[in-house]
């Protein structure tokens, strides 16, 4: 525990436990949300293959997580941490454009 708070740079054991919070909401909720919206898209699992079925299930996992991660972080306070996670983390996938420094003069 005291070497993942010193990587994530937090003090608090209390803010420790509701990052580890905000990351099982997010993950469950997601993989939640998911099923839904692939039914809606037409996508059922006694349709298409589960070669199929379950990569596209993780494609579409990824961007609700992200947005999750964001919402749920804000609610319970620790927006800051979670925005700086979700940075690194599309920086490491080629989506660090998104947040680059420089002014487009």
Known sequence: MSSLKKKWNITSNFQFVLILI????????????????????????SDF?????YPLYIILIFPIYQVLLLFFGTIFGQFKFFFEIEKKFLSRVGLGFLFSKKSSK
Request: proline share 3%; hydrophobic share 50%; aromatic share 18%.
């Open 22 to 45: 905000v990351f099982a909401v997010t993950g469950s909720t997601s993989a939640y949300i998911a099923k839904p919206i692939l039914s809606f898209l037409g996508i059922n699992k």
């Open 49 to 53: 293959s589960a070669w199929l079925y």
